[in-house]
């Protein structure tokens, strides 16, 4: 998983808060992902971003989720007025670029909880 | 919904011995077949993948076996080792650049 970084790695926010993850993806890839995994469930896909860009987003909550992939710096998965069934681990994923020969990598994490 | 069916939920098995994992998936417009491997506290690490034009594809003790018109696949770890013990995923994309649709997963086990 060396590449993908993903911070912070444990985030504890109370009901109400906001929370931001980041992720910056492996150096050349210009393709995020981010996807949510509730414990003992597998990876659910959430949005898919290029720079500056969202490809996908079939698979967030219409409301209080938010994704970002500017031009510089990470990409920001946003959670406004947190709840306790946002509580999960979230992982980043990244590529070069989009086709048949191109993996995604994935990072470490961020480890949500919410109290 | 796309849906990709992943079993045994959990599998244990002895040094040396062969570990399966099956996979089922829908979508006939799924053309990349993916295995992660995935130890508590890590994100998930690509470990082989299969397009449907072959039917099986090895990587060192790793194989995918995979049934077009079936729509199955599995993978077969050989000589299973203490080090494998790790949950694992199927997924499926339409291109190995889209999402990933994962399977549920499965906790093997690999006992000394």
């Known amino acids: 998983n060396a590449g993908v970084m993903q911070n912070p790695r444990h985030l504890v926010r109370r009901r109400g808060q906001e929370a931001r993850l980041r992720c910056s993806p492996m150096?050349?890839?210009?393709?995020v992902y981010w996807y949510r995994q509730l414990p003992e469930e597998g990876l659910k896909f959430m949005v898919y971003l290029q720079k500056e860009n969202i490809i996908d987003e079939s698979g967030m909550p219409k409301e209080r989720f938010s994704a970002e992939f500017p031009k510089e710096g990470p990409s920001i998965l946003r959670i406004q007025q947190v709840v306790r069934g946002d509580s999960a681990a979230y992982f980043c994923a990244s590529s070069p670029a989009q086709g048949r020969n191109q993996p995604q990598h994935f990072g470490d994490g961020t480890r949500l909880s919410i109290l | 919904q796309q849906q990709v069916k992943q079993s045994p939920q959990s599998l244990i098995v002895q040094k040396g011995g062969i570990s399966i994992i099956n996979c089922a998936y829908e979508?006939?417009?799924?053309?990349?077949f993916p295995w992660y491997q995935q130890f508590p506290g890590k994100g998930p690490a690509l470990l082989i993948a299969?397009?449907?034009?072959?039917s099986e594809k090895k990587e060192g003790r790793f194989t995918i076996s995979f049934n077009k018109s079936a729509k199955q696949f599995s993978l077969h770890i050989m000589d299973s080792q203490p080090g494998d013990s790790a949950t694992y995923f199927c997924a499926a994309a339409k291109t190995s650049g889209s999402r990933l649709t994962f399977g549920e997963g499965t906790q093997l086990t690999v006992n000394p």
């Open positions: 979508n006939t417009a799924f053309d990349y």
């Open positions: 150096k050349g890839h210009s393709h």
């Open positions: 299969i397009r449907p034009d072959v």
